[in-house]
């Protein structure tokens, strides 16, 4: 064995135990993200809310991930991923601490602070994460490599869905009839023990999160070589030559409605399944939650598999309008039909992420980790379109309101076919 592959072998020992911590990360933004869609339910339930007032829990979440990731961009340009990670899980850890304050308030806004600070961490974690992936190898399997990483996110987010369903859903859901006939104490006693049962989910999590900061400050990270450009640029000349870069410009527009239309079928699929099938409660209807994401799972592992042999932006394109008819059966059919429908979406939807993120970061060079930071902040479309959704669905129906996340993946498709191409990219 000559010297080189003796360097080789421990340059990949090196690299084993951080990129299994690195993976622990998108497992555990996973979990947080898919947590939303309990509690949505579950303060509809609590605070007596209509669906665009629940429909706040993400507007408040991704809020945080837009306001950080320029932050978080910032300080991965001072500092290193390692830095970014551990400030990004202490203050995932502190977002969970503040749900038991919250709690003990019963106050619908404090909980949304809480949720903000949690996405605030989130937003330093991802655009860490997926930027330190897409560079340990060659570019041209860049998006293999970030949909390989992501396939273990689905594991969070079953786990985020399961953990709500069996310790925050009580079961008990009271009508008017019910609630008619219950004095004001027996009812303030009901709505209170609704929102305090998210209390020790969150400080479990807190607790989590804070011991993994402490465990990646004890990892020593191998150094990460990147592509320099002579000169040290600002942020602001970063974002003007990013914004002139077609293809990443319209990677981050399509990455804002992807997060849309993601955000917007999980967020309202149990108000959906309620919808659609009579008589079915918050926790059976979270069953067809758990579908979807058990099928987005599935469909992270058959895509890596597929973009073996199929462009990752053909693949983002079919994909995209295979779901254009899946979401357009749930608009014309609310009944058991269109919930499977939109539960088979979600195993069209599992590529498109980190497929949108690695065509937008595509020959990008030094810039990479602004660019990512711009990403992340796409993910507002979430906080923005999930309102949206909310508000068509108090005018007219939760099943009409499934046409914004149509419009959505009318617009992947296009980014599929023409949007992704690379027609000038940053000199280096």
Known sequence: MNKDSINSSNSQKLMLIPLVLIISLFFLWGMANNLNDILISQFKKAFQLTDFQSGLVQSAFYLGYFFFALPASMVLRKYNYKTG?????????????????????????????????????????????????????????AAFRLNLAQAFNPIGCITGILVGQYFIFSGVEHDEATLSQMSSSAIEAYYKSEIHAVETPYLVISTVALLFSILFALVKFPKIQEQKSGKKDSLISSLSHLWKIKHFKLA???????????????????????????????????????????????GRFAGTFFMKYIKPNKLLAIYAIINIVLVFIGISSPNLIGVWALVISSFFMSIMYPTIFSLGLNQLGNETKTASSILVMAIVGGAILTAVMGFVSDITSISMAMIVPLVCFVLIALYGLYGYKVKNSIKL
């Open 85 to 141: 990670i551990i400030i990004g899980l202490l203050l995932f850890s502190l977002g969970a601490f503040l749900f038991y304050p919250a709690a003990q308030n019963a106050t619908y806004g404090f909980f949304l602070f809480a949720l903000f600070v949690i996405a605030s961490g989130l937003a330093f974690l991802e655009t860490a994460a997926n930027p330190y992936v897409t560079i340990l190898g060659s570019p041209q399997t």
């Open 252 to 298: 981050v527009f399509t990455q804002f409605f992807y997060m849309g239309a993601q955000v917007c079928i999980w967020s309202f699929m149990i108000r959906y399944a309620k919808f659609s099938i009579n008589g079915i409660s918050d926790f059976d209807a979270a069953h067809y939650l758990t579908f979807s994401l058990i099928a987005l799972t599935v």
